[in-house]
T-cell receptor, first 118, second 114 residues
Framework: AQTVTQSQPEMSVQEAETVTLSCTYD???????LFWYKQPPSRQMILVIR??????QNATENRFSVNFQKAAKSFSLKISDSQLGDTAMYFC???????????????FGGGTRLMVKP | ETGVTQTPRHLVMGMTNKKSLKCEQH?????MYWYKQSAKKPLELMFV???????ENNSVPSRFSPECPNSSHLFLHLHTLQPEDSALYLC?????????????FGPGTRLTVL
């Protein structure tokens, strides 16, 4: 079964600085999908960024970027120029492709609580 | 309404009550999901419906009963729950059938079982 591990339960960062959240996963598949979701205190889970394993280029979305290391099974999220609104729980998630074991199902890590300080 | 909506947002029930959670998606998606989010555990997938057919159960206790009458609506019927069932229940939807479809989540229902 797939597992997703987020080793940092809590982190904090000063406003305008950069922070990196770590995520590792375990799979025997070669092609799969990785996601970072954000859950602010209002509780609505929001997609931050998505990566397809067969793409070597790291995904970026404005201030959010990932460092995808396929051989190491690592998928870290970098937040640049942190803003107060970035305060939230961040979840790393893994998805097998259709046809694979639990294909198209999301497996979540335990989450990292990020606090952005003014 | 846009995106994925859930009602009620908060629910308190006794162990002998019967209640239902409702989810509606306005995105034209074909797949819908129920997740349980407890304080001490990662999000747990409970049920998946694709084109209104259940495709994943994940060994959820029978006191939770899902219903998907059409591709836009998903219900979770609750009966004789236990205090450990208190959690945030999240609904999500996705296009369905594709590769790595992004799931879009609702705001959740905070359930407390007394």
């Amino acid at each position: 079964a797939q597992t997703v591990t987020q080793s940092q339960p809590e982190m904090s960062v000063q406003e305008a600085e950069t922070v990196t959240l770590s995520c590792t996963y375990d799979t025997s598949e070669n092609n799969y999908y990785l996601f970072w979701y954000k859950q602010p205190p209002s509780r609505q889970m929001i997609l931050v960024i998505r990566q397809e394993a067969y793409k070597q280029q790291n995904a970026t979305e404005n201030r959010f970027s990932v460092n995808f290391q396929k051989a190491a099974k690592s998928f870290s999220l970098k937040i640049s120029d942190s803003q107060l609104g970035d305060t939230a729980m961040y979840f790393c998630a893994f998805m097998n492709p259709p046809g694979a074991n639990a294909g198209n199902m999301l497996t979540f890590g335990g989450g990292t609580r990020l606090m952005v300080k003014p | 309404e846009t995106g994925v909506t859930q009602t009620p947002r908060h629910l308190v029930m006794g162990m002998t009550n019967k209640k239902s959670l409702k989810c509606e998606q306005h995105l034209g998606h074909n797949a819908m999901y129920w997740y349980k989010q407890s304080a001490k555990k990662p999000l747990e997938l409970m049920f998946v419906y694709s084109l209104e057919e259940r495709v994943e159960n994940n060994s959820v206790p029978s006191r939770f009963s899902p219903e998907c009458p059409n591709s836009s609506h998903l219900f979770l019927h609750l009966h004789t729950l236990q205090p450990e069932d208190s959690a945030l229940y999240l609904c999500a939807s996705s296009q369905g059938g594709g590769r790595g479809d992004t799931q879009y989540f609702g705001p959740g229902t905070r359930l407390t079982v007394l």
